[in-house]
């Protein structure tokens, strides 16, 4: 089974440790990292050394709430949002892609959150993360 790479605690993910991991995949994850950062989403991305997972994670908030966390792979990045019974009804009715909210509505739930990855290679997929990241932070 694949895992997250950034696996060395002592080596701290910067852009140049990023850039050379995912190659071409490069370009979107500046791309997402640009956008959510800036005035729209006024998202705050942290990076830290998880040692359960033995890799590093990217959690990023707004204010308190956590909106969703970046993982690091070979060639590509992924988005994970985890969602309430509450409110992971409202995946549905966003307008993205249908093969992820197939993929979200077959997830099992993680104790009682409802796990929503996506694997990002490319900037094409960015609208559908933001569309997400929106409804996340419109979330009491």
């Known amino acids: ?22 190659g071409k995949s490069y370009d979107a994850y500046k791309q997402l990292m ?48 985890y969602f309430t019974e509450k409110n992971f009804h409202g995946i549905a009715g966003l307008d993205i892609d249908k093969s992820i909210k197939d993929g979200f509505f077959s997830n099992k739930a993680i104790g009682k959150l409802l796990p929503l990855g996506i694997s990002i290679n490319t900037t094409d997929q960015i609208n559908d993360v933001l569309k997400i990241v929106e409804y996340k932070k419109s979330l009491k």
Do not use: A, Q
């Open 1 to 22: 089974m694949e895992k997250p790479l950034l696996n060395d605690p002592e080596i701290n993910p910067t852009d140049e440790v990023i850039s050379g991991v995912l």
């Open 34 to 81: 640009s956008t959510i950062t800036g005035d729209r989403y006024s998202l705050l991305p942290e990076w830290h050394y998880y040692n359960h997972g033995k890799s590093w994670l990217c959690k990023v908030t707004f204010k308190k709430k956590t909106v969703c966390w970046l993982s690091v792979w070979d060639r590509f990045f992924m988005i994970s949002f």
